[in-house]
């Protein structure tokens, strides 16, 4: 798999031959998001006792910061 900025086809014959999913088209991404954000709160409320995990760390951070949720859940406020 490419992608435009992060990995680019090495040639440029490779590149002509590449299709974008269309899916992932702007005006699609932007229907997705502000569904997110419409919903967001409410899953916040079903989901009380879930972890906010942020996920830009190195795997073995979030694997341990999970795993502590687990076995011994952080005190949260109520």
Same mark, same amino acid.
């Given at each position: 798999?490419?992608?435009?900025?992060?990995?680019?086809?090495?040639?440029?014959?490779?590149?002509?031959?590449?299709? =974008?999913? #269309?899916?992932?088209?702007? %005006?699609? $991404? +932007?229907?997705?998001?502000?569904?997110?954000?419409?919903?967001? @709160?409410?899953?916040?409320?079903?989901?009380?006792?879930?972890?906010?995990?942020?996920?830009? =760390?190195? #795997?073995?951070?979030?694997? %341990?910061? $999970? +795993?502590?949720?687990?076995?011994?859940?952080?005190?949260?406020? @109520?």
């Amino acid at each position: 798999r490419y992608h435009t900025t992060f990995r680019p086809a090495p040639t440029p014959e490779i590149q002509a031959r590449l299709r =974008q999913n #269309p899916r992932d088209k702007e %005006e699609n $991404i +932007e229907k997705r998001v502000e569904i997110y954000y419409r919903n967001v @709160k409410e899953l916040e409320d079903f989901y009380e006792d879930a972890c906010y995990v942020n996920a830009d =760390q190195d #795997p073995y951070v979030v694997f %341990e910061f $999970i +795993e502590s949720c687990i076995v011994k859940p952080l005190p949260c406020k @109520k």
